[in-house]
């Protein structure tokens, strides 16, 4: 009786804790959750990557070896995954596969990864990843495929990379490595192509040779081969005499480099430096006073007098605005190449060596939604900052100094976004962190392509405080500034927000923080805001001006974004991250619905030969057609209005003639169906609803397809293409039409449904 109760016991705890525990998931499948916790899935690609389940192994992207439970690959390309590649990594000991490329991942490559010994290929092309490549990815010996490419990584190629004798692909193109690329092991059998794309790259394999200090090019003795080994011992004596004079050479170049080093000390490595006296000014050089040009990153293909010489020759017919560092000049060079050169007011100038400190730190930085550095010369009289220029000038120009100029609702988002990720990659991405301090609308620069880029966050300041942040000199622009800020006069990342939540307001408006509008009700754009979501009526002070229609749940998002960016609170904001991540969430949206079409117009023949009878209209960007449908030839009381939806063609709206609507003929009912989904009833607007009785009839699609080449051919041959939209041409060529085809098919132009190729018909106009 005893051993049973034993037994039974033994039973209970097998069960109810060995049996669960069997079930729980394993290291491998811990550490992918940690890894999912430092991913943004924007799209919930990973949504069944749960704590919960079983196993691991069937999640999305994930492979295991056959048989265990141990993460084999990773796979999770084009799945727009934010945030960083997380230190876990480094736990999956057995990992052979890691593919994560075409996302928007940022942050470093992890050191980790030097862990995964038995990674075969990595892939990780198309990211915003920073930093440089971890020296111990030599660990990686069984390593295949290493593609880095379109990143911001910069620094020196590892030496390491030439010990993965297994290595077969490298693609490290489109980055900012700098330096030379080390000849040895599997690094000195890739080519050009695994390294195009890096400026200041040097050495064999891109053909580039590297320069000394000095500016000649580095010369490297060649061992002697065997054959020159063996000759006679009467050229011994030369090959001595050669070998003493090369090694005096080298002596001579270390002492000269040495020499330089101490006088150049106070240049870092990430800038070129050029010293140019007494070539500009003759009265300087009997000041003892003298001219100093530095580039950054070697990218100017000018030479230090060409670019002096035009900064000297700058006066005011060149000056194209002022901002709160001082005035700014457009630059054209001799080959039409323009910059703009920023001249820093002598109050603002502080010593040369902490100014110079901070222009390191500006020099380093480059981000294609911010205004890059490129240059700074110090003359005798003034300090100067040389920037790439963009024609396009300022949002602030482009909302309110041209006012006639219309500014479609999907192209301020892409500004909003492109904004963001210039600011996020200050806050988070820059070590140290750089605050703005100065967000506003024109410090937003816009290229040919209107892709906005971040201005005036340079001129950085090292802070003296535990956090080692990084801030402006700029004092900040009145209506953009937090509470918070003007209360203790401390910058942060979240006084950052506070201004950017007050731009996308101005997006929003169209009008300046300031507007006079906003001052007669006695508040601010912050102020306005909360009132009118208190009165729900914010579609009222959308700007007129958007070209094309405004989604109001597309406002409505956008708004709340800004109030919560502007929130009195400044622990309440978001991140400039979370920002982004809103951001991007809210322009895909747009961006598929824009592009997204399948449409049709279902109209009831209701068993009588009607005509069709269009009335002028225009698509809008909300793909509604603004005009009036309808079907005639019955009573006037039988008329019913049909509407539809398009596409956007390239980012014009077009005005769409009736030549593009789609007519049915059904025995049931007048019905819509839009983008494939369900639309409810409005009988005040009379759109019709889809009902589930109603089925397509694609016998016909043959005869349809039959009407439209033939009456296409007919409208080519008569070349009417501009008269499309008028509906007497149009009415006869579909009769003639449907009759030519339904001789060929046997049917009747009564009982025929017609539809309509829409891209071939697009792609025809």
Known sequence: MEMGRVLLMLLVFSTTVLYPCSLALTQDGHTLLEIKSTLNDTRNFLSNWKKSDESHCTWT??????????????????????????????????????????????????????????????????????????????????????????????????????????????????????????????????????????????????????????????????????????????????????????????????????????????????????????????????????????????????????????????????????????????????????????????????????????LEILGSIKHINLVNLRGYCRLPSTKLLIYDYLAMGSLDDLLHENTEQSLKWSTRLKIALGSARGLAYLHHDCCPKIVHRDIKSSNILLDENMEPRVSDFGLAKLLVDEEAHVTTVVAGTFGYLAPEYLQSGRATEKSDVYSFGVLLLELVTGKRPTDPSFARRGVNVVGWMNTFRKENRLEDEVDKRCSDSVDAESVEVILELAASCTDANADERPSMNQVLQILEQENQKVAENVESFKSRVLCKDDARQRHLDVRSGQFDGDGKYSGEMVMGGGSEGDRNVCSTRTMRDKDTWMSVPVSLMVMESIPARWSWVADQKEIERKEDARVPVLGEEDECWSEHYGVAIRVFAVWLLQVIRAKVIPLLCDFWILENAMEEACDLACRDYGCVCGDLRIVVAMEALLAFR
């Open 61 to 358: 992207g994930i492979t295991c070896h056959p048989g265990e439970q141990r993460v084999r690959s990773i796979n999770l390309p084009y799945m727009q995954l934010g945030g960083i590649i997380s230190p876990s990594i480094g736990k999956l000991s057995r990992l052979q596969r890691l593919a994560l490329h075409q996302n928007g991942l940022h942050g470093v490559i992890p050191n980790e990864i030097g862990n995964c010994t038995e990674l075969r290929a990595l892939y990780l092309r198309a990211n915003y990843l920073q930093g440089g490549i971890p020296s111990n990815i030599g660990n990686l010996s069984y390593l295949h495929v290493l593609d880095l490419s379109s990143n911001s990584l910069k620094g020196a190629v590892p030496s390491s990379i030439g010990r993965l004798t297994q290595l077969r692909v490298l693609n490290l193109s489109t980055n900012f490595f700098s330096g030379e690329i080390p000849d040895l092991g599997v690094l000195s059998t890739f080519g050009n192509n695994a390294f195009i794309g890096n400026l200041d790259l040097c050495g064999r394999q891109v053909q580039k040779p590297c320069r000394t200090s000095l500016g000649f090019p580095v010369v490297l003795p060649h061992a002697e081969s065997d054959e020159a080994a063996g000759k006679s011992s009467h050229y011994v004596k030369w090959v001595l005499v050669g070998a003493i004079t090369i090694m005096g050479l080298a002596l001579v170049i270390t002492l000269s480099l040495l020499w330089i080093c101490l006088l150049s000390k106070k240049e870092r490595a990430a800038r070129k430096y050029i010293e140019v006296k007494d070539q500009v000014n003759p009265e300087s050089s009997r000041k003892d006073d003298g001219t100093k040009l530095i580039t950054f990153h070697g990218d100017l293909p000018y030479t230090s007098f060409e670019i002096i010489e035009k900064l000297e020759s700058l006066d005011e017919d060149d000056v194209v605005g002022s901002g709160g560092f001082g005035t700014v000049y457009r630059m054209v060079m001799n080959d039409c190449g323009t910059f703009a050169v920023k001249r820093i007011d002598r109050s603002r100038e502080g010593s040369d060596q902490g100014f110079e400190r901070e």
